[in-house]
């Protein structure tokens, strides 16, 4: 008979391919702390859903979102993207495996004197192998049209040639998705895509999301301190708190009382 430990593991090694992302005792500790910012935790995200993750500043969404794609590695726990585990994977293992995810950051990280369809275009290279397919300048005309799609789809196609320094946060930000669209991501992870953003433009941004999401079938995992944008453009919630995943809910099921309750 075995343990519920060794059941709980064969249930997890029997990965459903169609699952974006599973991750199991997820734990990470910073050298300079004795405490782990979160320790244990678990979920799974399904297809297509779009998952909100709150909790107040220093409750370790950044780090959990990072974690998940190894981008900080955690000390412990089981991560499977897309069916493939990402555990002991490094280097060109580990690129692969995070071939199709996008990533969006608050701080958009573009190279600001390159124009928006260079800035794409980087989005390709890890389906290239690496930045030598960039610097020797050897984008396809397939890429440089599959940039321009990508960028019409963020309603930026004629600002393709602009420089980025010269786009307003917004715009920069539609560039930054579009980046991310260059990878066919199934699943996209936006940490506070909208906290540089007016009010105005920040929702621009999540309706975007929104859209992409349906129109791609893209899941969809994002952090944000927006208690409305995570009931609004959430099919789920998650919040951490005190290092444990706090909230595991269907944001129908939630209202900003509630959510507010979090951040107390
Ligand atoms: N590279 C690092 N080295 C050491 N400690 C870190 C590092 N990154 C984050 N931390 C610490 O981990 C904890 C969680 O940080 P994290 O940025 O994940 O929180 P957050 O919930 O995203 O916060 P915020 O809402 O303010 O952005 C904080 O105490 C932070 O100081």
Redesign the pocket.
Known sequence: MPSLAQALRSTFAAADTACPLQVEGLTKR?A??DTP?FADISFRLNPGQSVALI?A???????LLRCCVRLIEPDAGRIVLDGVSLCGKSGRGLRQARNRVGFVFQKHCLVPRLSALSNVLHGSLAHHGGPRHWLQGLATQADREKALHCLEQVGLAPLAHKRCDELSGGQSQRVAIARALMQDPSILFADEPTASLDPQSGEEIMELFAALGRARGLTLFF?S?HIEHALHYADRILGVRDRQLMLDSASGAETLTSLRGFYA
Do not use: D
């Not at 500043?57 to 780090?63: E, L, M, Y």
């Open positions: 910073f300079n702390s910012v909790g500043n220093g409750a370790g969404k950044s780090t952090v301190h």
